[in-house]
């Protein structure tokens, strides 16, 4: 199987780990778990995978942290993990796990929109692209509204049995089911968690020239925010029943959370990465709705014909934007290339002329460096609910 094929197979079996993630993650709030000690839970987790990984590959080369930049750190860990998660959950109980994976959509449009509040982005809406770019963010605003505003009929599912159903599942279905002021309030708050992780993407590239090692950055944010969610849980759930893992729905989300989504498909989206590219990866998330919706149908649970059209419109200003941000690469003069030396190349430490041999090494030396980094940048990414693969 070549590159292009392996490519298309990783990407759906990403969409289907996300697909999993979403309905999963529905149920076990559904069967009464505590939104705020999930993600206590889910964090530690994913720095128990993280914090070994981060002793193997950076044991020898870790770079010296400053107070203030951890201090920042700690800054990006409240606003991108630990304020964007509850919120993410929050939502996610009070609507459902279609309306989670077709907001999803809209991070990179939000991602792009407050790029170009922040002076990052230049939009010309003479251009074609501009006016894309320019549809896409309206689009996703529509879609958005019309999830919130508009339920519509629902769709009769295949199984009428709720799978997952366990006490106060049912009686939690119809209060969030026939309250429309939690419905629109759940979708708003979708689309402040997803606005606050874009913003954090958008952070990431400041930070990342400040400290360039995106595994010790991870980690440490990932531990704050562990720590950040603690304290939150502790504060809101007073009831320590609530605390308790059981054999059931709750212990099986926490752990795919944990390390099914942050241990195999980061790491799978960072292969797809890159070898197709951001774009390519971004383009497979109406996928990941669609998946979404049927295993919604197939578990039994409620879709509205509104989440639909909202979808459709979220899809839409995705594809918008990512297909002006084409055009804008298209457009971008090519770099300039440099003059080829008629000298031969001198080695750098003792000025004079390398020899095949010193040639050999310096290449295997660099593959060897490459590989490395390559390791390093698999597991680089944060452990979040929401999509990683804005470029």
């Not at 006016?131 to 919130?148: D, R």
């Not at 055009?327 to 003059?339: G, N, S, T, Y």
Request: contains cysteine; aromatic residues 10%.
């Amino acid at each position: 199987m070549d590159i292009r094929k392996k490519a298309y197979v990783v990407a759906i079996i990403i969409q289907l780990i996300y697909a999993g993630m979403y309905v999963v993650s529905k149920a076990a709030f559904n069967h009464g778990m505590s939104t705020f000690v999930f993600i206590f839970y889910r964090q530690a987790a994913a720095t128990v995978l993280l914090l070994p990984l981060a002793i193997v590959l950076e044991r020898r080369n870790a770079p010296s942290m400053p107070f203030r930049l951890f201090l920042k750190l700690f800054f990006y860990a409240l606003l991108g993990n630990t304020l964007t998660m509850n919120m993410y959950n929050i939502s996610l109980k009070y609507t459902s796990a279609t309306v989670a994976s077709a907001t999803s959509n809209s991070v990179p449009v939000v991602t792009f929109f407050l790029a170009v509040l922040l002076r990052l982005e230049v939009v010309r809406l003479r251009s074609p692209s501009g006016m894309a770019k320019a549809a896409g963010v309206a689009l996703c605003l529509a879609g958005v509204l019309t999830i919130a505003l508009y339920t519509g009929p629902s769709m009769s599912p295949v199984n009428h049995h709720r799978a997952f159903a366990g006490s106060g599942a049912a009686e939690h279905h119809a209060t969030t089911s026939s309250s429309k002021g939690t419905w629109i309030k759940g979708t708003f708050l979708m689309l402040l968690s997803n606005t606050t992780w874009s913003l954090w993407i958008v952070l990431q590239a400041s930070l990342l020239k400040e400290y360039p090692n995106k595994l010790l950055s991870t980690l440490v944010q990932c531990m704050l925010s562990t720590a950040q969610s603690f304290l939150l849980a502790v504060a809101v759930e007073r009831n320590p029943a609530a605390w308790k893992l059981k054999l059931d729905v709750g212990l099986l989300a926490v752990g795919y959370s944990g390390f099914v989504v942050t241990g195999v498909s980061f790491y799978l989206q960072a292969w797809c990465i890159e070898k197709r590219g951001p774009v390519f990866l971004a383009m497979s998330n109406p996928l990941g709705l669609l998946l979404t919706i049927f295993c919604s149908f197939f578990l039994g649970e409620i879709v509205h014909l509104g989440s639909l059209l909202g979808s459709a419109l979220l899809v839409g200003g995705l594809y918008s934007v990512l297909w002006g941000k084409s055009k804008d690469h298209l457009h971008q003069p090519p770099p300039p290339q440099p003059q080829p030396s008629q000298e031969a190349p001198k080695h750098q430490s003792t000025g004079g002329v390398c020899s095949n041999d010193d040639d050999d090494e310096e290449k295997q030396q660099q593959h060897k460096d490459g590989e490395e980094t390559q390791l390093k940048d698999l597991f680089a990414m944060e452990a979040s609910p929401l999509r990683h693969q804005v470029g």
